[in-house]
Nanobody
Framework: QVQLVESGGGLVQAGGSLRLSCAASGSTFRNMGWYRQAPGKQRELVATISPGGSTNYADSVKGRFAISRDNAKNTVYLQMNSLKPEDTAVYYC??????????WGQGTQVTVSS
């Protein structure tokens, strides 16, 4: 059974930093990543990373967020710096092997106060 367990969310002031972690179990995955959903908005991509370390970022987080993964631990991380109030959302871990083999974590709340 595949599980994605996220941790590291919380409340931080604007300009601060948080680090999210997502530990996967039950399988290994091709791409892993983070998505977020703010109240009243659609879920959007934040960042993804391939097994070899190739990364992709939303324009809104480029230069502020960094995604990384530890393949030995089957864990993906999201380092978030210079946080803004508009980064407030529920952040979801995503693990992808194919369009028919996609998994999501339960979500972790990130709140950035102004």
């Amino acid at each position: 059974q595949v599980q994605l367990v996220e941790s590291g969310g919380g409340l931080v002031q604007a300009g601060g930093s948080l680090r999210l972690s997502c530990a996967a179990s039950g399988s290994t995955f091709r791409n892993m990543g983070w998505y977020r959903q703010a109240p009243g908005k659609q879920r959007e991509l934040v960042a993804t990373i391939s097994p070899g370390g190739s990364t992709n970022y939303a324009d809104s987080v480029k230069g502020r967020f960094a995604i990384s993964r530890d393949n030995a631990k089957n864990t993906v991380y999201l380092q978030m710096n210079s946080l803004k109030p508009e980064d407030t959302a529920v952040y979801y871990c995503n693990a992808y092997n194919s369009p028919f083999d996609i998994y999501w974590g339960q979500g972790t709340q990130v709140t950035v106060s102004s």
